[in-house]
């Protein structure tokens, strides 16, 4: 039963595994390994999981394995160093493959890793958790955090596969869960009104992890992604719609410390205020706002901003935005349930006001 | 009397600029600058004698400076952390433009910044010594050094132009110069005879800085160079003859400690052993070998490897070079004045014998 997709990006294009059982099948991993080094990146929480299944699949590899701690904290300069330093202790060479066995963190530090390693190595991605699966393995987009702000460091480097085993989901803690399904919403919200409905009726079942409601979930996401990277790799124009809610979302975990709220948690409180204020522009229906939040809270996900963050640093967070052109900042909005809009034209006196008013009181 | 060559890289085009009085043309800088954010960074040498020049020109746009300690012992991440730190700390966003102002360290690590800096944003060279005019600025190779590896960690990413003032070559120092002649005759070997020759009859001027004589250099070597890039932009095959006398030179900064030799020093004590194990290797005529290293020395550069690393050390740190494939060194030899090779298949007895050779009794 396993879906294949393709991220269709000329001779960068790739597959995207979707199913359960996939661990299990060795040649979906190795036949997108070119040389005989690889090395396995993943943290100590997936390591006790996943780790010898991967391992066994690469008997006959010379393959090196660095378990990292866990958590979005350790997603810095610090923790990339210490891939560098693995690899060269290894001398592994420039056809060395890096595998990145975990969530969001790993991928997307592991990515930038490859990016970087003797100006660039292939590796392969194997998502564990929902919002790695239908999010941050796809799409290219790999780095790490820096004090000042999320994501400011980073490269676009295509990963070669994307082997997403949704049997990995059934060892998912509750809270990592929810996190992923605000990314699931949030492709509804911006591009696939249908998908909402869908989303709508069963979001209940994906909270209980039925596997085909899940495996559905996966898929249609991945689909609505890699249909926005084919178009726009290197967030010209329309990838940036994928960042709906996410620079409100970006202050939160900066401003909260990294690792506080989970990067899901942040950007499901951040799509409600982003709602809020397109309520504001007049461009959003109220109705709409309201059918989109309740959804949010429907899978359990944070609808409100920290109170620990006044309207003022709020501000001043959402200020540092690779979106922001120019020294104004852009902001998605939403026009309809399934449309969304860049845009750098809002009044920033109701941006205050979106703020205030969905924060926790 | 200012040339202007294009490296030919489809939408990644851009000029090189070379001349005399190029930074009293603010026109030249500004007309690659998209947003009003700019940030110059350079060193401690190079700052009190061409900042103003350059921040003369950038009136207008809102600009900050870096100015880095001097040696490739900072071209490190921890130095590299230094300009991402000062870029969010200036809120620059992905429309600023980095500027180096310096040598191949100010350049390679710069570039670097301007690879990953929010996933990418331009930057331009403005090289102040003849090695960095002559090579480091032209090309789109940017990396900073780890502990165990010379440029181990990078990214290929091309500047909008490089502005290649000769009379900046004026204030080199004598030791900085010599190193820059290592990478104009490295050109000579590789794949221009007939440069070769004029480098044996006008070596002399050269070292008496003769503008004509060192515009000319300047000029040919990045022809040469930019004729390579595009054809290879990411070093898939002939881009890696550029590389000829690296692999002995990277193990000698390496080795030696970043900083002790000249990158182009170590380049030249290492086209002497790439030149003797290449008349080993029966592919280079004993009389054309003697003829480099000839010229070699009578522009003032070392000849020899260092004594302080013996043979077996040498040997292991060569074996960490990028040019590695599945776990086999490659070099590049000369088969003829002004035509080299890649190299797999030499024999590893003689490459040992190579270096005892050219060892420093």
Chains 1, 2 share one sequence.
Not at 79 to 92: G, Q, S
Not at 93 to 118: E, K, N, S
Request: proline letters at 4%; a negative charge.
């Amino acid at each position: 039963m396993m879906k294949t997709l393709t991220v269709e990006l000329g001779e960068r294009s790739y597959p995207i595994y979707i199913g359960p059982g996939l661990l299990a099948r060795p040649e979906l991993l190795t036949r997108h390994i070119g040389s005989h080094q690889a090395m396995v990146v993943t943290n100590e929480t997936v390591a006790p999981l996943y780790l010898d299944r991967v391992l066994t699949s690469l008997k006959g590899h010379r393959c090196e394995t660095l378990v990292l701690p866990d958590g979005e904290e350790y997603k810095d300069l610090a923790t990339l160093t210490r891939i560098f330093d693995a690899l060269l202790a290894a001398r592994f060479d420039r056809g060395a493959t890096l595998i990145a066995l975990g969530g969001g963190v790993i991928g997307d530090i592991t990515g930038f890793a490859a990016a970087c390693y003797q100006r660039g190595v292939p590796f392969i991605q194997i998502p564990t958790t929902l919002l790695a699966q239908v999010d941050s393995s796809v799409g290219g987009k790999t780095g790490v955090n820096h004090p000042l702000g999320k994501n400011m460091i980073g490269a676009f480097h295509q990963p070669r596969c994307v082997i997403a085993d949704t049997d990995a989901l059934n060892t998912l803690d509750g809270r990592e869960l929810r996190a992923g399904l605000a990314e699931i919403i949030k492709y509804g919200l911006i591009c696939d009104g249908e998908f909402f409905l869908w989303l709508e009726s069963n979001i209940d079942r994906l909270s209980a992890r039925e596997p085909e409601a899940l495996s559905y979930a996966v898929e249609r996401s991945c689909r609505d992604k890699a249909a926005v990277v084919a178009v726009d790799e290197r967030e010209g124009g329309a990838r940036a719609l994928l960042n709906f809610g996410h620079t409100f979302g970006h202050a939160i975990e900066t401003g909260m410390g990294y690792g506080e709220w989970l990067h899901g948690e942040a950007v499901a409180a951040g799509m409600c205020a982003a709602a809020d204020l397109s309520v504001r522009e007049g461009l959003l229906a109220p109705a709409a706002a309201d059918r989109a939040i309740a959804l949010i809270a429907r899978a359990g996900l944070p609808i409100r901003l920290p109170r620990e963050i006044d309207t003022g640093r709020f501000l001043d967070l959402m200020a540092v935005d690779k979106k922001v052109q120019a020294g104004s900042l852009r902001l998605i909005l939403l026009q309809s349930i399934g449309t969304a809009v860049v845009s750098g034209r809002f009044d920033p006196a109701r941006l205050r006001e979106s703020i205030e008013a969905r924060r926790e009181r």
